[in-house]
């Protein structure tokens, strides 16, 4: 009998398990791979070092803090946060502008653009109206919240191709509501979204976070990941667990006893096995889940299928410097649809983080595919190699030089989409966990996708857990 059986080692299930046992609980982490990380994929031969999942994060505290207290503070490496991010915009590269003077220059927007965007900001917004929005439910898509703030342009140019590099998404299918909830919620606050920030800033109680010495200083902007690659945070989470970690071990099943613990029954390479838990929690992704929780929560299960999870192939391709035809400074490009080029976008990993090449060498690792290209998955991997070799040589490369391919990762089911109807299938979830005491979800499917939204997360979950273990002694 264990405190906590945590199902996933990813990012979500390590950290849990991490906060729990700081709190002195005994726990188990389950993992259906012969490795741990998930999503985190970060590979190394010859010199060459790349992601083939996530490939940075965002510093926030929680995820900081966790890496500090994980050993690894002075592996932390910082991306230059003033490196522009481009967005390739009828045939050229222009780079994002990243403050008001920026957007005033910007040959991104048009000056009917900028002026739309200006007065939409500043609270000349109509009311969200029409009979799609009520076929809807009432809920804006992104592309229509952002066409109603901030004009065509700023959607078009700016917003979707933002999205297509977080959630490999469609603007036209994502809820505004569910995938910008920050933002939305400005617009509740104030007549716009500027009167909204400031609105929001006054409102919040003025507290003083002690600094932390341990933990290092970061600047907005910034991006972050670790000398070895992001696999070193889940591989120095997993080391300190003191053999809690059971690699090869796919859940099968899951069912509550009379005694209000849980028997959870695995396969493993030494045959079936049986851990009884009092509580447990699983992070893994939502068709997975929903299969798990089929017998046991079927309205549940059904909310967990209805999330879309589109394909998205990570294609990490090695140039020689004599082949990109320009000198990479920027964190990489992102491209709208509609311009020709089927590529998502491209990150120019060896400009981000030093050292990751041997010398004389580039990798870009580029994204194809997502909510608007499902088709993606169709193709074999020659092919789309091709497709982005040839997107590529239309927008960095100065010869038709044929890459080193380091890595083409297709995967199957990429980001959860929290498309309309996103929050009423959380409501639906949690409704159905109440009938379950003592079993949890810790995914990215709930309430961000990004790596320090799934650190943030599982602390808030370990608490929770923590709070029921000692109510239910
Ligand atoms: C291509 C791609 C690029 C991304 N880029 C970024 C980025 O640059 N920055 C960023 O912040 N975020 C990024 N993300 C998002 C981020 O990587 C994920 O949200 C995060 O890694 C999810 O972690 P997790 O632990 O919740 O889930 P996962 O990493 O999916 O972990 C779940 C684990 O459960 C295991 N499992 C499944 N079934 C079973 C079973 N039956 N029994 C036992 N174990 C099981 C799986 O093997 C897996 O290890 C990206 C995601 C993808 C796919």
Redesign the pocket.
Known sequence: MIDTLI????????SLAHALQKDARQVLV????GR?????TTNRVAGFLW????????PSPALLRLAVEVGLKDELVLADRRLPRYVYWKGQLLPVPMNPPAAVTSQLLSWRGKLRALTGALGFVSPPSGSELAQQGGKETVAQFFRRHLGTEVAERLVAPFVSG?Y?GDVHQLSADAAFRRITQLADVGGGLVAGAILQRRQKPKTVEAQDANIPQTKPGELGSFREGLGALPEAIASRLDGAVKLN????QLRPTEQQTYIAE?STPEGDRQIEARSVVL???GD?TAK?LQPLLPTVSQALQAIPYPP?A?VVLAYPDSAVGRPLQGFGNLIPRHQGIRTLGTIWSSTLFEGRTPPGWQILTN?IGGATDPKIAELDQEQIVQEVHNDLRQILLAQDVQPKVLAV?L?KR??PQYTLGHQERLEAINRGLEQMPGLYL???FIDG??????VTRAQKRAAEVSKYLQASV
Do not use: K, M
């Open positions: 199902v996933g080692a990813g990012i979500s299930g390590l389950t993992e259906r791979q741990v990380g998930g999503n985190i992601e083939e999942g996530p490939t940075s994060f965002s977080v490999a071990w796919t859940l099968t695995f992070t893994t992704p997975v798990l998205v990570c994204f990762h995967w990429a980001i810790c995914s990215n996708v990004s790596l320090g939204d799934c």
